[in-house]
């Protein structure tokens, strides 16, 4: 991607019924990011709610590098021409905080590395680990009428019959 590109997640949320739409996963595979002036944002997270409700995804979306290249730059190498800064290989919009509290603090905001890096990065959380979205869908439920949901989370990487104590 050359200079004056920029990528904007959630471009078609809300629109119609297109629900799956509203946080999608742009995953990176080999992508040269040629981009260099931080004056201009590489990255814009929607942030507009058109509908009744607060309950959408209008802050939605991740951007993250593909498999290999992920475990390439978490092995310690380097991806010339990266979107994201050395070390680094995914991003979400600033609304998810609950990342900057991940053991072993793996998230950090954009601007936190450098005051340069808020505005390209549309102020948003860039973290060391790949990042994927677990999507639920119903039917016959609006946002008002819907059961809540509880999601536990488990860090320690054991796989499921490995873990131990109660969800961090």
């Known amino acids: ?30 992508v040269m ?24 995804q209008n802050h939605g ?10 475990q390439h730059v ?10 994201f800064p050395p070390g680094f290989v995914s991003l979400v919009s600033s609304k998810f905080t609950h990342l900057l509290f991940l053991p072993g603090q793996p998230c950090v905001l954009s601007d936190s590395i450098a005051s340069e890096f808020g505005f390209p990065y549309d102020n948003g ?3 060391k680990v790949p990042l994927r979205a677990l999507k639920v ?9 819907a059961p809540n949901l509880k999601v536990e989370s488990w860090y320690n990487k054991g796989g499921v019959y490995n873990q131990v ?4």
């Open 125 to 127: 959380i860039l973290c």
């Open 137 to 145: 869908y119903s039917r016959g439920q609006s946002a008002g009428s």
């Open 33 to 56: 990011w040629k981009t260099t002036d931080k004056s201009k944002k590489w990255v814009w997270f929607q942030w507009k709610n058109t509908q009744s409700h607060n309950a959408n």
């Open 1 to 30: 991607f050359g200079e004056g590109v920029s990528l904007e997640a959630n471009h078609h949320c809300n629109v119609g019924t297109t629900g799956v739409l509203c946080f999608p996963t742009y995953m990176l595979h080999n």
């Open 61 to 70: 979306g991740i951007f993250t590098l593909s498999p290999p290249d992920a």
């Open 165 to 168: 104590g109660a969800p961090d």
């Open 74 to 83: 978490m092995d310690g190498g380097v991806i010339d021409h990266s979107i």
